[in-house]
């Protein structure tokens, strides 16, 4: 008995330390963009692009990340889980150099593909092994890691604009970032779990169309991403140009927008282990809808920021809840978390261009209505994420191998059963 007990106590410490590594790795993640984000004017003029051209440039990350997100799974199935996350968060962490360098608009095209297909690898592999731990600890944490992302974003985007302001050169400046975020990523790898796949086991294909469960998920959060987007890179000209708001107000409303996002996110979890995901999202779709009915309507900076404050609220969780549905989804989960990577960087992609193409042949106002819609959308269709439940912990189960499938009881609780493939990696991680 007293064996049994010491090993539980050893496992749920490993399992800790694995949360808090997956959780610090998140926020190593969020660093590189953020750090990024803040040097954009200085890469442009750097290589002399203009505004359409920087604009062309910067659709390569998701393009790449798009193209390289399916070939995840291949390398955590040769390598392992720690090994291979540890390899592909050190590609990316040392990417963010490569724009910084190039000279021109065809060099900084290729750097940005690279830049974005690293980081929608290690983004695959995270998000993967943040499932995993979330499904052991039987309780919610991917809004939680996701709002350490955030916490990163922010970090690296201050140290960022620190730089910028002081006029140090772009290339010195992400060549120190690189440095300091590969050693920290290194050393947070160190604690996530180590899956590996059996030696019978075939590996998943490089290439493949994600599963139906995975594109319905996926425009779950598509919605939330395109209205993440839209509040992002076009709130603070909405002020500006639809409120004539000052451009100090009109600059604070973005910034109160990421930080309500990363808050909400943070404090998430807690929601979410006591509502469920389902509900979550559909208040937070209502509440996202309200949001952008309040910024259609507005005829007052105020008003507009209380609009924009409750889309952040709303959508915060969406996301985190979409990759956690497709862990646990279908026969592949690491394909269905590849898909739905897919399609809410796709979001990302064009939701910019979408608003303001619309905002060109009509008005803000009405670009805003297009993502007031995609706010009711999260109602309608929340119960996709419902899934397949999450996996409970037992006592005595080791970080490294698999834990076990689920079955949904009433009221919401699960209950492992015989897990198809222990110890292995394939179907539940990139």
Known sequence: ?????????????QLRRARHAVAAVFCVHGAVTGSFATRVPWIQEHTGASAGQLGLALAFPAIGASLAMPLAGAVSHRFGARTALRGLLALWTLSLTLPALAPNLLTLCAALFVYGATSGMSDVAMNALGVEVENRLGRSIMSGLHGMWSIGALLGSAAGTLAAHLGADARLHHALAAAVLTVLGLVCCQGVLDLHSTPDEEPPPRFALPPRSAVLIGLVGFCAVFAEGASLDWSAVYLRGELA????????????FALTMAVARIAGDRVVDRFGA??????????????GVLVVTSAHPAQAMAGFGCLGLGIAVVVPLAFAAAGRSGDNPSLAIAGVATITYTSGLIAPSAIGAIADATSLVASFGLVTALALGLVVFAGVLRGRGRISARPGTTPGRRLGEIED?????STATPARGAGTADGHLP
Not at 280 to 291: H, I, K, P, S
Not at 409 to 413: A, K, S, T
């Open 1 to 13: 008995m007293a064996t049994s007990m010491g090993e539980q106590a050893h496992s749920a410490r």
């Open 245 to 256: 708001a000052s451009a100090g107000l009109a600059a604070a409303c973005t910034t109160a």
């Open 278 to 291: 389902v509900r979550t999202v559909r208040v937070g779709g209502l509440l996202a809808t309200l949001g």
């Open 409 to 413: 009881e009433p009221g919401g609780r």
